[in-house]
């Protein structure tokens, strides 16, 4: 359990890490356009595009975030009104149940990454792979997070 559990913060902390980058990287290429297009007068084809990459990854990134740190959306009606022991069992179903998901994710992002495979994109030309692949890893670190937080001992309460 305990190699699960540094396993999973070492991947959340290069996932914070990497989220920062990426919209750091987006607020610059929209930065970029901006006064390419308006200062400049010729607008740039890469940097709208590079954007989107970003920012799917600091979203992606940031939903396999949410289920180690537990800010992912949810409706807590139900667990709220349990006995401490009845959330815990709860919250180990559903954080099962998000790695069930995850794991889902990872898998139907690799069929779709074998269905898509040889596309590139169109202002960049870099192979949609990189961008598909996104799913995978997101379904990765999200079975990874669920699965560290059904198990963590003592469990997770609300």
């Known amino acids: 359990m305990r190699t699960l559990a540094a396993a999973a913060q070492a991947a959340a902390a290069a996932t914070r890490l990497s ?3 990426t919209a750091a990287g987006m607020v610059g ?5 901006v006064v390419m297009r308006y200062v400049v007068g010729s607008a740039s084809s890469w940097s709208e595009e590079m ?3 970003l920012f799917s990854w600091s979203v992606l990134g940031g939903l396999a975030l949410g289920v180690h740190e537990g800010f992912h959306v949810r409706l807590t009606l139900l667990p ?3 006995p401490r022991g009845g959330r815990i069992v709860a919250e180990r179903a559903l954080d099962a149940v998000t790695a069930a998901l995850g794991a889902f994710l990872a898998w139907s992002g690799w069929r779709f990454l074998d269905i ?5 994109s169109a202002a960049m030309g870099y192979p949609t792979e990189i961008l598909n692949a996104l799913a995978i890893i997101c379904g990765a670190l999200m079975a990874l997070f669920g699965l560290e937080r059904a198990l963590r001992p003592g469990g997770v309460p609300a």
């Open 51 to 53: 954007a989107v990459l």
């Open 116 to 120: 898509t495979g040889g596309s590139v």
């Open 80 to 82: 709220d009104r349990l």
């Open 29 to 33: 290429c929209i930065a970029y356009q």
């Open 19 to 21: 989220i920062a980058l």
